[in-house]
């Protein structure tokens, strides 16, 4: 029988060489979030030119518009680092262009479209100038996820004050495992500024999801104008917390240059106590305010005016509708 002393050693033992094989495997594993289907790496560091330019054959406003956004910051740190900008110059770097290529000019962004991509990032060698970075996607959403794999690999040196390349050379083969990547924003219960909902949208990108899951209305508040039913969005908390039409169209037309759809939620039939401040003869009565008056034919017209009004604004094919329970109490 071993003894205490024994054990504990034996235990121990095992807890540090476990812990070792743990920070082992974490070591082997790319600094990418979510990790890629397939990769490949090597051992060299690649210096990033701060003029990284782009070759790019097609016309498409939301690939140019993705490479300065994620060049920027990629060398948000360079801007900001003491000193000389860089210490290396012109040819020193190993790669100067970001070539892109993708197959199809259909920017349709509709739920299951193609986000897949291939990623290749190539030491320089005797028969090039320069390393070689190159994306291919069948769309330019996959071209926006391929970016942002290329932009987490890229890596601000404070020594040599110049974004490196580590673990190169890369081949990434990627696509997501699942086609719904959601996150739920509640602007119902808890207003926010049409400029913090993009930054979240930002955020939704650097982890390559998908859905905005918008809850606009809820119980607390009615915050969207509805041109159908105008007097709805004064059930908002107030006048300088509601999102006009335009609003929704700004960030609609930002999350997809993103490649994230939105998907609004409006709460049927419990939930509902914000719509009958313009409305009242949505309430069953003036104690009864939380559900909508289902015994009435106003309630569905105006549930069906809602739904006109959100198909013209958000293009996505999906809407939420709450379901959410009725107090009966």
Known sequence: ??????????????????????????????????????????????????????????????????????????????TRAPGPSRLLRGPSFDVSVLQIVVNSTNEELQFGVDESYTLRIDKRDSGSIVGAATIEAKTVYGALRALETFSQLCTFDYGLKTVQIYKASWYIQDEPRFAYRGLLLDTGRHYLPVDVIKQIIDSMSYAKLNVLHWHIVDEQSFPLETPTYPYLWKGAFSKWERYTVEDAYDIVNFAKKRGVHVMPEIDVPGHAESWGVGYPDLWPSSSCKEPLDVSKNVTFDVISGILSDLKRIFPFELVHLGGDEVNTG
């Open 1 to 78: 029988t071993a003894t205490p002393a024994a054990a504990f050693f034996l235990l121990l033992t095992t807890a540090t060489l476990l812990s070792i094989s743990i920070a082992s495997y974490a070591d082997s594993l790319p600094y990418i979030w979510p990790l890629p289907a397939f990769f490949t790496s090597g051992n060299a560091t690649l210096s990033v030119d701060p003029d990284l330019s782009l070759s790019y054959a097609g016309n498409s406003a939301i690939v140019y518009d993705a490479f300065q956004r994620y060049k920027s910051l990629i060398f948000k740190q360079a």
